[in-house]
């Protein structure tokens, strides 16, 4: 029997019931939730469930100046935590590449290991408004390719948008996709899969004519017909005045304070990684993830090892007569066999 509490009421109805004025001594009433199994979902949308987030809502928060909030996600567990703590926007970033699956970079991503990333985050995220990353070879060639990939992105992946980088020369693509009704979230500045062209993962916009390609890039992305775009690793002051010459948002990440809103690796902000990994500079760590993991995880194996765990309080009961009953059987099975 599995039974969530989504409130008291609605747990009291589902309950079964006893013929005694209580229940019996084994039967404990939820907290969270009481399962028979051994294992259980990692639940339901938040108690206060707020309204979905949509291209909408994203625009009328551009309107009001209020800035849009943005983060990674590429599992189950990380788009929960994240929609529940009301994030505007979830991305299902291709930097899973290195946070989750362990590569060198964001090439080595392939388009069927992100969009089963993308389910796995579209299952968590029921407020939030969910954005897959293109990885790189999925659009490219043609815009005729790219608009394939990004309805795998939307009817596979099951987001509600799509993200790919470039600028001037990605116009046409983009101009593709969202005709076809499938909303673009455009990427300029330092570009993560190009770093190879780039010379490496540097500060795009730091010359006069590397800012004006900056602000060609984003008009250009802007008339194709994106809702917002990221700015990525871009002077403060560069992003500022880029986003003031637009109508959409824009989404900074190591852009400053003066862009529409803001994005983060979930991975980096929270500090689940060990000591010593090099970090960008635009990064805040917000938590440390990886001490308080090793931590738990030392003492249960310290506790596994002294057999402090488990507990009587973690095993299931069962009645003195039955267990003598067994034990008379072993017994007799035991006397049999010699």
């Known amino acids: ?85 009301g994030m505007d926007m979830v991305l299902v970033g291709d930097s899973l590449a290195m946070v989750a699956l ?5 090439s080595e991503v392939l388009m069927e290991e992100m969009l089963l990333h993308c389910r796995s985050v579209a299952r968590a995220t029921k407020g939030a408004f969910t954005v897959g990353d293109l990885p790189m070879g999925a659009y490219e060639i043609a815009p005729e390719q790219a608009l394939e990939s990004a309805i795998r992105m939307i009817k596979e992946g099951r987001v509600k948008s799509v993200k790919l980088e470039g600028g001037k020369e990605m116009a046409p693509t983009i101009s593709k996709i969202t005709t076809a009704g499938i909303p673009v979230l455009g990427h300029v500045g330092l570009t993560p899969q190009r770093q190879n062209s780039l010379g490496g993962f540097r500060v795009q916009g730091k010359s006069t004519a590397s800012a004006m390609k900056l602000l060609e890039d984003a008009l ?57 990994r090099f970090l960008p500079k635009f990064v805040k760590q917000y938590g440390n993830v990886w001490e308080e993991s090793l ?37 007799k099975k035991r006397a049999g066999s010699e």
């Open 102 to 106: 362990g590569m060198e970079d964001t």
């Open 1 to 85: 029997m599995n039974i969530v509490q989504t409130s008291s009421s609605r747990v009291a109805r589902a309950l079964p019931r006893f013929p005694t004025s209580s229940p019996p001594s084994h039967i404990r009433l939820p907290v969270a939730q009481v399962r028979w199994s051994s294992h259980s979902p990692l639940g339901a949308a938040p108690a206060h469930a707020r309204k979905p987030v949509t291209i909408n809502t994203l625009q009328s928060l551009y309107r009001k100046n209020e800035p849009i909030t943005m983060i990674t996600a590429h599992d189950f567990p990380s788009a929960h935590v994240a929609d529940h703590a």
């Open 220 to 276: 250009a992305v802007q008339e194709a017909g994106a809702y917002a775009m990221v700015l990525e690793a871009v002077p403060a002051e560069v992003a500022a005045l880029v986003t003031k010459e637009l109508s959409i948002p824009t989404i900074g990440i190591g852009a400053g304070n003066g862009c529409s809103g803001q994005v983060l690796v979930q991975v980096d902000m929270l500090g689940h990684f060990p000591p010593g």
């Open 295 to 331: 931590r738990a995880i030392s003492q249960y194996g310290a506790e596994v090892k002294t057999r402090a765990y488990p507990a009587p309080e973690h095993t299931y009961p069962m009645s003195k007569e039955v267990l003598s009953d067994f034990e008379r059987l072993i017994e």
